[in-house]
């Protein structure tokens, strides 16, 4: 039987999937990793049907308007499991249902399930103690609208250049694949030396036409690759690690991770956490780098220090982060201020994928003019020459 096991490690806590009979003996192979043990909880099996398909955001509003009109918890559940078409999500809110009605937290019952967001779940747990679901559920579909709006901005600034490759790329490869191999056969009739040039390129026509379906594989792989880069979360890290090696795109990628930063941690501490679990949950979303800089900043806080400056020093505090944490601090309104923060790293978010599209997307239509422009010449000198010695 699969387990979920809530383990403290170093100065944050993370979730592990273990295979064991019993709770205790999850426990026991939970603690082999070097971290103590806070929670063992089942983790049921994946309903029939295969991938489980929902919409976090529609299911939290639809329960948030069903709270509102006076149900509790578990009439909003019976409803919404009765109005459910997918088979699925239907199975997934029948068991949280069943947790419920066992006398389990919603928080608990939740957390059995890796589709709700582990920060959603955390501000759930806590407005249990101090009460205040409604709120909590109002603050986090405004985080996640915001979150949403971002990747879009993100996602639709790359679509262009995306684009733009695949095109150009189809158009160099049918240069290459189709109209070279056609000439080649013009000038081998003339009998004429060409240069060094037009003979590789020559020699990749031919090649190409020679091996289709090794091309065919090729293409394959680089698909397949992207995709896996693009899908898996192991091809994220590696994207990432490649992105921080570009000067211009590690801007983007800091001030993507910082914006996320703060606006968690505004949500946590909106929902009742205490700073240093809710710097712990927030950990996990962050690249390597500012992970280990938020490590070194919790041992501070351990010591006393105030939040603005256990981050001093490092690339977590942006010039006018220092200035609003420590107006946050003296007023008792860290949480709001970590949320005004948010709202200037998107703005600056928003200026460096501009001037990211700007930069890139006439770098990139330059070097495919000149490699089309070079195939072209390269095909058309020897012909111009031929001509003109006929002339």
């Known amino acids: 039987m699969k387990h979920r096991v809530l383990v403290s490690i170093g100065a944050g806590t993370v979730w592990l999937d273990v295979e064991a009979d019993s709770a205790e ?9 070097g971290g ?15 991938r489980v398909r929902f919409s976090q955001s529609v299911f939290l509003q639809e329960a948030l308007t069903l709270l509102k009109a006076g149900l509790n918890v578990v009439e909003v559940l019976e409803v919404l499991h009765r109005k459910e078409r997918n088979p699925g999500f239907q199975a997934i809110l029948g068991q949280v249902l069943g947790r419920l009605r066992e006398g389990t937290r919603f928080s608990s019952a939740l957390s059995e399930h890796a589709m709700f967001s582990p920060v959603l779940v955390a501000g759930i747990a806590a407005s249990e103690t101090a009460g205040g679901l409604v709120g909590t559920l109002e603050r986090y579909l405004e985080y996640d609208a ?8 993100v996602s639709a600034s ?5 684009l733009l490759l695949l095109v150009g790329g189809g158009v160099i490869l049918f240069l290459v694949a189709y109209v070279v191999p056609r000439f080649a056969t013009i000038l081998d009739g003339s009998g004429r030396e060409v240069g060094w040039g037009t003979s590789l390129l020559l020699g990749i026509g031919q090649a190409i036409n020679a091996y289709p379906w090794a091309v065919a594989l090729a293409l394959a792989a680089v698909a397949l690759t992207l995709a896996w880069l693009v899908m898996h979360p192991q091809g ?8 921080m090696r570009v000067p211009v795109l590690a801007d983007i990628v800091v001030t993507l991770n910082l914006s996320r930063f703060y606006r968690t941690l505004a949500l946590l501490l909106n929902s009742g956490i205490p700073l240093l679990s809710a710097l712990g949950m927030v950990r996990g979303i962050l690249d390597p780098v500012r992970a280990d800089e938020l490590s070194v900043a919790m041992e501070r806080l351990r010591e006393g220090l105030p939040l603005s400056e256990a981050l001093a020093g490092g690339s977590m505090v942006p010039p006018i982060a220092d ?3 420590r107006v946050g601090e003296r007023s008792g309104a860290l949480a709001d201020m970590s949320d005004k923060l948010a709202g200037f790293l998107d703005v600056d978010l928003d200026r460096r994928v501009e001037t990211f599209s700007r930069l890139f997307e006439p770098l990139l239509m330059t070097v495919i003019g000149i490699v089309v422009g070079a195939i072209v010449v390269l095909m ?6 031929l001509v003109g010695n006929v002339g």
């Open 25 to 33: 003996a999850a426990t026991v192979q939970a603690g082999r990793s």
């Open 36 to 50: 103590r043990v806070l929670r063992v909880e089942a983790k049921p099996e994946r309903a029939a049907g295969g």
């Open 146 to 153: 915001r979150l949403d709006q971002i990747k879009r901005k």
């Open 158 to 162: 790359a679509i262009y250049p995306l």
């Open 236 to 243: 994220h890290r590696l994207l990432l690690r490649a992105s």
């Open 323 to 325: 200035s609003l944490l």
């Open 380 to 385: 058309y000198t020897p012909i111009f020459d």
